[in-house]
Each structure stands twice: as C-alpha cells, then as structure tokens.
C-alpha cells in the first residue's frame, strides 16, 4: 500500500498538510471559502431532512411506543 508506505516515511501529520497544501492549489484561496460555505449548508439541509422524515419525531405524536397503533396485532379472519 502506497498511503501506508508514505505514512512510514513522512507521518500522518505531513501527509495532513501535504493534503491541504494539495487542496489549496487546486481549489484556490478564493474559491475555498465558498466551497467550506456549499458543504455546511448541504450538510445543513440533510440534517433538516432527515428530521424531517422521521417519523418519531412527528408534532403531536403521543404514541411512541411500539403496538400503540391499530394496525399491529393479530389478523382476524370473518
């Protein structure tokens, strides 16, 4: 493995710094900022999804707790 041959030889620090140094010129000092900014507010909007969708979590549920609803139990047969 390359990564953990590099690790060996330089340590997990310079590899941390070579990486930003990497990312810095990819991406520029102008362009950082609005990078960090779109991943915070996508991060942000996922995290509201996610409240969003679940269901324990609904306004005015009451029963949380499993077999409170109508729908689980046995089947009956007429």
Not at 65 to 73: A, E
Request: proline share 5%.
């Amino acid at each position: 493995m390359i990564t953990g041959m590099l690790a060996d030889l330089i340590g997990p620090d310079s590899l941390i710094v070579i990486a930003v140094v990497v990312v810095v010129l990819l991406f520029g000092g102008t362009r950082l900022p609005k990078l960090a900014r779109g991943l915070g507010s996508a991060s942000h909007e996922f995290k509201k999804g996610m409240e969003e969708g679940d269901p324990d979590k609904e306004k005015g549920d009451v029963s949380t707790s499993k077999g409170d609803d109508k729908t689980s139990g046995p089947v009956q047969s007429n």
